[in-house]
Nanobody, 122 residues
Framework: QVQLVESGGGSVQSGGSLRLSCVAS????????LGWFRQAPGKEREGVAA???????IYADSVKGRFTFSQDITRNTLYLAMNRLTPEDTAMYYC????????????????WGRGTQVTVSS
């Protein structure tokens, strides 16, 4: 079965940085759409970053220029480097696979990790 396990979350001060990791098992990264979502309490789930099958990386406007998505295909591992964090970035961050993209927008996914909490204090 497909399993996604996130790590790297924590509490940081505004302006700080974190790098999230996601290790996938049960399937190959080849040809899959992979990325990250986040959800804050009381808010809707938001697609943060995703890589399409053609290698194009899509970022949410809210994180563009601050977050960087990367992957290590041989190790089935995804990364999300987060810089210049603000309290608005506080959320549960989820690794995801088989992401659905509509007109360049990150919509949803078929597989999810359990999440890792990121808390940014002011």
């Amino acid at each position: 079965q497909v399993q996604l396990v996130e790590s790297g979350g924590g509490s940081v001060q505004s302006g700080g940085s974190l790098r999230l990791s996601c290790v996938a098992s049960g399937y190959s990264f080849s040809g899959r759409r992979l990325g990250w979502f986040r959800q804050a309490p009381g808010k809707e789930r938001e697609g943060v970053a995703a890589i399409a099958r053609d290698g194009t990386i899509i970022y949410a406007d809210s994180v563009k220029g601050r977050f960087t998505f990367s992957q290590d295909i041989t190790r089935n591992t995804l990364y999300l480097a987060m810089n210049r964090l603000t309290p608005e970035d506080t959320a549960m961050y989820y690794c995801a696979a088989d992401i659905l993209l509509w007109s360049g927008t990150i919509k949803t996914a078929g597989y999810w990790g359990r999440g890792t909490q990121v808390t940014v204090s002011s």
